[in-house]
């Protein structure tokens, strides 16, 4: 029961204010005494009333609340209630109206009749049960009317609802299932109708889970959730699901109605994302750790990457001279080991790198790969490949695949992911060899230093001891080694700066005459009975400057140390397919002993060590490359690819 609360002042709506219960009907009361209305309330179990004194008022309030049924009295001053009646029916066609005959006169009955009113009571006759006996009836026989009346429009709307629909009755039995719901859970209604609802149980979801829905339905709420679903082929899906008692003018529950929406490529989709956070969550702490090898960064970044988003091989390449070369892999595949090397042309990164974004194939087969030999090499039904540059350049790839096929707007979400993972690589790669470029200079520096601070050190030392007999002695024969040792010490400077200011990129160059420059360089060294030969002249691209360092420390290294037994030696220059060689008769240097030649400091005498070094370093700044074998005499002979492909020795400086 509820509580009546009296009309208020003026024409302004009042209401009977209560706890409605499930299938509740709100009637509003027009210029009925306040008694009559009273009792209305208190007959009718789960009915709420409205009151309102005049058509305006009543008419106001039935465009801005949810009312179910209006009762008008027959006499409303200036109206009748057969007019409000007309009224009501003209705006709200389908608002039931019942009229109130509040002065007995017969003829209100006929007119009554004749507007086409729902209902009829005389309250001076049958008395204010009699009314809201009336209302009841009119209640109940509407809303069967609106079930018979209406149900073709709506059985309509609900057949070509796109999401599925279901209708039990009050124990759970299928009474009802539209077409959607044939097509998501694959059961035909003819299936359905008479069985409960857990034919589509996946058992996911526990006995309790049941046990809350049941007792929220049976006290009239409405259930609202996701929940995972079977269906006939026992596939599982996610379905967003409502389910909402129907309940009759008593408020028992009378049918259930479920409308499930399947959401399962929504959930797949966020699934997808959340692997991506998580996946660059896990980068994000791989990156922040600066002591872990670039190797081992490499194979986390894989094993995070195939992990979070599902792929079972993964791995990243190196593009070099038209060859591809795995770096580091993860997953089962014959093919897709670290070592392992194909021609670029018979690899699924050749698309890679020419795509302007990651490369996706969500079915190689599907999708025109059958005969491509990439798919006959790796047979990866499924692929995700990303470019890797550095310095804007191609460096490689990151890839991720399987042998079984994907959708492919899986992979297209995943692929902003690849990406990102793809540059971290490059940056890392790019780190990785800054800093041991870094760590090698510093090596050589600390070398270098080294060297210059012994060699300095000894001819110091004897100038220092020759200084210090002279004083003591005072004979002038200490001064001469003390000039040599001077003359030492500005020997090392010289080359020290020499090797140091030489090892700029060249840019400016000139062709230069090989012969011509030889000869010249060749008078410009004490050659104590030495003999220069040319085979042939070719010009080199150079600068001239530099050149006659290289002839220059080559002469005099032949003439210092390459002398044999005759105590003279022969030096050769001339032309060859890739360069100009200088040669020479001497002792040579041993095979074990070739690579270190080129080492600042490197000397097997009184020389300054640099002389070889600064060969090295000029012809790196041209962009040659230089070597050293053994000549056609036994001698030591230095090749040099002035077009920086020679077979052998330090690749051109960069």
């Known amino acids: 029961m509820g509580r009546y609360r009296s009309g208020q002042s003026g024409e302004a709506a009042g209401r009977i204010e209560r706890s409605s219960p499930a299938g509740s009907a709100v009637v509003l009361t027009v210029g009925?005494?306040?008694?009559?209305?009273?009792?209305?309330e208190s007959e009718l179990d789960g009915v709420e009333v409205m009151t309102a004194q005049s058509v305006g008022d009543a008419l106001e309030t039935i465009k801005s609340e949810p009312v179910d049924c209006v009762s008008g009295a027959s006499d409303l001053g200036e109206e009748d209630g057969v007019e409000l009646a007309k009224r009501v029916r003209n705006r709200h066609p389908g608002l039931p109206f019942v009229l109130v005959d509040v002065d007995g006169d017969t003829q209100v009955g006929a007119e009554a009749i004749n507007a086409g009113v729902d209902g009829y009571a005389s309250l001076r006759d049958d008395g204010a049960e009699a009314v809201a006996a009336?209302?009841?009836a009119t209640l109940t026989r509407h809303r069967s009317h609106v079930t018979r009346g209406q149900l073709d429009g709506i059985k309509q709307a609900v057949e070509h609802a796109a999401d599925a629909i279901v209708?039990?009755?009050?124990?759970?039995?299928?009474?009802?299932?539209?077409?959607?719901?044939?097509?998501?859970?694959?059961?035909?209604?003819?299936?359905?109708?008479?069985?409960?609802?857990?034919?589509?149980?996946?058992?996911?979801?526990?006995?309790?889970?049941?046990e809350r829905m049941w007792d929220a339905l049976l006290d009239g709420e409405v259930w609202e959730e996701e929940i995972v679903n079977r269906t006939k082929s026992g596939d599982r899906y996610v379905a967003h699901q409502t389910i909402a008692p129907v309940t009759g003018v008593d408020g028992s529950v009378e049918k259930f109605v479920a409308v499930q929406r399947d959401v399962t490529e929504h959930r797949r989709f966020e699934s997808q994302i959340e692997a991506s956070e998580a996946t660059l969550s896990q980068l994000y702490d791989t990156t922040f750790d600066a002591d872990t090898p670039i190797e081992t960064k490499l194979q986390r970044v894989l094993e995070i990457g195939a992990t979070n988003l599902g792929h079972p091989v993964g791995y990243v390449t190196r593009i070099e001279d038209g060859n591809q070369e795995i770096l580091a892999s993860v997953g089962s595949n014959d093919y897709i080991e670290a070592g392992a090397e194909d021609p670029l042309e018979r690899t699924y990164c050749r698309k890679t790198i020419d795509a302007e974004g990651p490369l996706v194939v969500g079915d190689a087969s599907a999708e025109g790969w059958e005969d491509d030999p990439a798919f006959e090499r790796f047979n990866l039904r499924c692929y995700l490949g990303a470019e890797i540059r550095i310095d804007g350049e191609t460096y490689g790839t990151l890839c991720f695949g399987g042998e079984e096929p994907r959708e492919r707007a899986v992979l297209e979400i995943q692929q902003s992911t690849v990406k990102t993972l793809a540059r971290w690589i490059g940056y890392e790669i790019g780190r990785h060899r800054y800093e041991r470029t870094l760590e090698r200079k510093n090596e050589r520096l600390e070398k270098f230093a080294s060297v210059i601070s012994h060699d300095l050190r000894n001819p110091l030392h004897v100038a220092r001891a020759r200084l210090e007999l002279a004083r003591e002695t005072g004979d002038d024969a200490h001064f001469e080694p003390i000039e040599r040792a001077h003359g030492r010490m500005e020997s090392i400077i010289e080359d020290t700066l020499t090797l140091t200011r030489e090892g700029k990129l060249v840019t400016d160059v000139s062709s230069v005459s090989l012969d011509a420059i030889a000869t010249d360089c060749w008078e410009r060294v004490e050659t104590d009975g030495a003999t220069l030969e040319t085979t042939g002249d070719t010009e080199v691209q150079a600068d001239p400057d530099k050149l006659r360092h290289i002839f220059e420390n080559l002469f005099r290294n032949s003439v210092e140390h390459g002398a044999g037994a005759s105590g003279t030696v022969t030096v050769t220059v001339g032309p060859t397919d890739s360069g100009f060689y200088v040669a020479d008769d001497g002792v040579g240097i041993p095979e074990t002993q070739r690579?270190?030649?080129?080492?600042?400091?490197?000397?097997?005498?009184?020389?300054t060590g640099f002389g070889l070094a600064i060969v090295e370093t000029i012809a790196r700044a041209h962009g040659w490359s230089v070597t050293v074998t053994e000549s056609r005499d036994g001698g030591a002979?230095?090749?040099?690819?002035?077009?920086?492909?020679?077979?052998?020795?330090?690749?051109?400086?960069?």
Do not use: C, H, M
Not at 32 to 40: G, H
Not at 183 to 207: C, M
């Open 167 to 210: 209708v039990t009755d009050p124990d759970g039995i299928i009474e009802y299932v539209n077409p959607a719901f044939e097509e998501l859970t694959g059961y035909d209604r003819t299936e359905a109708v008479g069985q409960n609802p857990r034919i589509l149980k996946s058992g996911e979801q526990s006995q309790a889970y049941y």
């Open 134 to 136: 009336r209302i009841a």
């Open 637 to 654: 002979r230095f090749e040099f690819a002035v077009d920086g492909q020679g077979t052998t020795g330090r690749p051109p400086l960069q």
């Open 595 to 607: 690579e270190q030649v080129f080492e600042q400091g490197y000397s097997d005498g009184d020389g």
């Open 32 to 40: 009925i005494d306040a008694t009559v209305s009273e009792t209305v």
